[in-house]
């Protein structure tokens, strides 16, 4: 066989076109669908330290608070523009009872918390405190309803409490403080029922499903869109059931898929090398392949797309913090995280046709977590920033790219890409994501449009010295921060710029 030698100059050339990154962009299509908002949907568990000590710390706290929501997180999510938060679980809403988080707190059961650590809870933070919450914040409340170890009954009459103008459950609300209801729109029928959530077949299920679905109903004016509980990443098997069993009465089929590369050992957040890297990244964009199957089956007893598939559970998860509690979940955050999210998103971007929302986990000091906390101290993690970044992203309508992508085979032989692409319009301007997932080279995008000659590129990028850094208490709040992108040059349609390896750049151009 023979051997090619090529001199430095020809491997410069050889590097430099690899490096080339060619993206159309048909800001031009019609009948494009939108990104809905509630693809940037968030998760709040009462799980380790998500809902006490980092959402909620009590009036009396010497945390600055806002009513007993810590100040400094609440304006935190108030920039972030959350579409929607999920509550109270997660694998403890099926043991959670709303009864005990209502009325006077002081008169509130306690409970231990057996799916997460043992955790004693004095259910200070219940229906009230997390409505009042959505509200200030302009959030959409996603309520999960306990069908593990709840009734019909139970489940029925806390849609009543909540959303019902009249009647004895609304004069029971009234005496605890709110005398107007509130409007809940997403209600999920059980979580996980295969598994923490009763431990039930598919077939078994439907069935729960269409007699505890009947009970939650509309009270004056307010309509729920009701959600079964769904599969877990690739069993299409119980998609499959649901849709065959249950079409009526339902408006979304929920989906948990998280990126876990073995169970029983999920590696350091924080220790990892670059092969490990690759896998991470490898497996986490295997959604796009697992949203194609399912939405596949869904698509043949539901071609209309009236039912929509909600992933209400996504994103990284590693081994907790060395000395923390292993039922908290607890995980610091590196750029490695903020890649994940970024390829997810833009995946997500992909499929809205009939993937109508995405919850992370979760969103404080959980998993994946937006912000960490420890005492005053707040901070904002990489997957924040990138969630901050694609904000313009929710409610713009989808164009399509086109792109020379090359694809990569992981340590574990999962594919992923080199480069990742999305965009969007909204208000007369145009929004690019431009993801480089290598690690050592950088990536030169020449982005194209069809008809738009921009007067005004602006940018930010995210990225740091390694793909392990993270923001931690102290002085390392802000290792990984965005930046103001440098370098953009526009001539004509075309807009050009080069972004680094593992970095994120998001462009609005006008």
Known sequence: MKRILLTAAAAAMAVAAFAQVRVSVNETAKDQPVIPKEIYGQFAEHLGRCIYDGIWVGEDSDIPNIGGYRKDLFEALKDLQIPVLRWPGGCFADEYHWRDGIGPRENRPQMINSNWGGTVEDNSFGTHEFLNLCEMLGTEPYISGNVGSGTVEEIAKWVEYMTAEGGTLAEERAKNGRKEPWKVKYFGVGNESWGCGGNMTAQFYSDMYKRYAIYCRNYDGNRLFKIASGASDYDYNWTRTLMNNVRSDISGLSLHYYTVMDWNAKGSALSFD??????????????????????????????????????????????????????????????????????????????????????????????????????????????????????????????????????????????????????????????????????????????????????????????????????????GKDTVKPSALKGIKVSGNTVKVTVPAASIAVLHAR
């Open 274 to 475: 670059a092969a490990s890297y690759y896998d991470v990244i490898a497996k986490a964009c295997e959604v796009d392949m697992v949203l194609r199957n399912h939405e596949g089956i869904m698509d043949i007893y539901d071609p209309q797309r009236r039912i929509a598939l909600i992933l209400d559970e996504w994103g990284t998860w590693f081994d907790v913090e060395p000395g923390t509690n292993p039922g908290h979940l607890y995980q610091q955050n590196t750029m490695r995280d903020a890649m994940v999210a970024a390829l997810s998103l833009n995946i997500f971007h992909n499929h809205t046709r009939r993937l109508k929302m995405a919850n992370i986990a979760q969103v404080v000091n959980v998993l994946q977590a937006m912000i960490l906390t420890r005492g005053k101290e707040m901070v904002l993690t990489p997957t924040y920033h990138v969630f901050h970044m694609y904000r313009d992203f929710q409610d713009a309508s989808y164009v399509p790219v086109l792109y020379n992508p090359s694809n990569e085979v992981s340590a574990s032989g999962r594919v992923y890409p080199e480069v990742s692409v999305s965009a969007a319009s909204k208000d007369g301007s145009v929004v690019i994501s431009l993801v480089n997932t290598s690690l050592d080279e950088p990536r030169t995008f020449e982005v194209s449009f069809d008809s738009l000659n921009p007067s005004s590129v602006t940018g930010e990028i995210l990225n740091s010295k390694n793909i392990t850094d993270y923001n931690d208490f102290g002085r």
